[in-house]
């Protein structure tokens, strides 16, 4: 079977209940969907697979042969970030980074399915996400600001553009 | 493990139904939200797996005042019937995350074994309050008998599709965590149907749905019939709530049902 990940074709040896998430990291080497909880519950592994997010530790590979596989890697490049990548990095809306792939895939589908900056909304679309460092202030603020056709200064972080003196030497 | 198991990806029903055979052994894989967790944790370790992905079960077919729904339509899709069955919607809007209800299938939520930890089946309320009908085939061939009664022997069953009649009227309600990936602690759903009859049922119970008969025969009182719900259901502890809870809950919900079902007539 064959799997395009990221555009790039490949030749699939696991077998087909290997999930799509042990083939992504242990055979083809794309790392950025995590093993979290392996079992559904953290979003962590999300991809979107032909036009659709989906939990790659739920996913039996054999089921998705000719399937179109984009991972966060898939969305920009180190030197032309995606709009959404771009907002993470202003908004600082990634702590220790482990949820921030599937975060990125779950808010990239909700975005191109027409998703407003309305923070219930986004909220709900995120909802199958857990951030274990609890910075979802920051990643709601990311996805509406790409919502709302913000434009990003990645010299600067949103918080320290917005920071203000307390009355102290800070 | 992997390499030692038959693995089938049937491309019709009719091909699916061949290759279940009479079920012996077979694992059955919808949407692998429920089985492929069991397989990584080595929990399960299947010897022959039929993988329905590519069977042509995803249906969702309206046809005047029938519906009926392939096993392998994902959870979401359910959406799609806000307008005509309002309860089984909301039940399908209350199940898991966005991503896990494009992946889960109405069979997968119907058929699954009761969960040790969390109560399983959310699907199972609004379509026992619908007098579903379940087509399944398994060891004894074709059959097609309520849902109520395919749901106490559904194991070495494959379930091929769900029918039922549009009602006048559905209502939903649940009790359950402000959580990110959240279970349903306890639901209720009722249904008004064209004659006048209010059907209720409820998920959340030890073991699975169960119509609320007592309760459905003193429908015409929600106090009361949300007192006699609790003679209708058996109740356990598991890492959501207590017995205890539930029993003080169940009224609650049925009143609040009826009282939606009233509102609606």
């Known amino acids: ?42 979003g962590a592994c999300t991809v979107i697979v032909d036009g ?19 991972t966060v890697e898939g969305l920009g490049a180190p030197e032309s970030l995606s709009p959404l990548q771009q907002a993470f990095t202003h908004h600082y809306a990634a702590q220790c980074g482990f949820c921030t792939s599937g975060m990125m895939i779950a808010a990239d589908a909700y975005l191109k399915r027409g998703g407003t900056d309305d923070r219930e909304a986004i909220q709900e679309a995120l909802a199958g996400h857990v951030c274990r460092c609890t910075g979802y202030v920051k990643i709601i603020d990311a996805v509406a600001a790409v919502a709302r056709g913000d434009s990003f200064d990645l010299t600067v972080t949103a918080a320290s553009a917005g920071m203000t003196n307390l009355g102290g030497d800070v | ?56 079960l995803d249906t969702l077919d309206v046809s005047g005042a029938t519906v009926t729904l392939g096993a392998g339509l994902p959870v979401a899709r359910l959406a799609e019937l806000a307008q ?28 699954a074994g009761e969960g040790q930890d969390a109560p399983r089946g959310d699907l199972q309320g609004p379509l026992l309050a619908l007098d579903a009908q379940a087509r399944s085939v398994g060891a004894d061939g074709a059959s097609t008998e309520p849902l109520e009664e395919f749901l106490g022997r559904r194991a070495g069953r494959l379930l091929l599709d769900v029918t039922f009649e549009k009602p006048a009227a559905s209502a939903f309600a649940a009790i359950d965590y402000a959580h990110t990936h959240e279970y349903t602690v306890l639901a209720v759903s009722g249904v008004r149907t064209a004659s006048g ?69």
Request: charged share 20%.
């Open chain 2, 84 to 111: 005509d069955v309002k309860a089984l919607a909301q039940c399908a809007l209350n199940v898991a995350d966005y991503e896990i209800r494009l992946q889960a299938t109405v069979g997968g939520n119907l058929c």
């Open chain 1, 52 to 70: 659709e997010p989906q939990r790659a530790c739920l996913t039996p590979v054999g089921a998705l042969d000719g399937a179109s596989v984009t």
């Open chain 1, 1 to 42: 079977m064959n799997l395009t990940v990221n555009g790039r074709t490949h030749d699939v040896e696991s077998g087909p209940l290997a999930t799509l998430l042990d083939v992504l990291r242990e055979e083809l080497g794309v790392t950025s969907p995590k093993a979290g909880c392996e079992q559904g519950g953290c």
């Open chain 2, 197 to 265: 009859e209010t059907r209720l049922a409820a998920t959340g119970l030890a073991g699975f749905g169960t119509r609320l008969r007592s309760a459905e025969a003193a429908a015409s009182d929600p106090e009361r019939a949300g007192a006699a719900a609790v003679a209708d259901v058996s109740l356990g502890d598991d890492a959501l709530a207590s017995a205890w809870y539930r029993e003080r809950t169940l009224p609650v919900l049925v009143r609040r049902v009826l009282g939606e079902l009233e509102e609606s007539a």
């Open chain 2, 1 to 56: 493990m992997t390499q030692a198991t038959e693995v089938l990806f049937p491309t019709s029903a009719d091909e699916a139904v061949a290759q279940f055979g009479d079920g012996s052994g077979v694992t059955v894989v919808g949407g692998g939200t429920i089985v492929m967790p069991e397989i990584t944790y080595g929990r399960l370790a299947p010897t022959k797996a039929l993988v329905l992905s590519r069977a042509g």
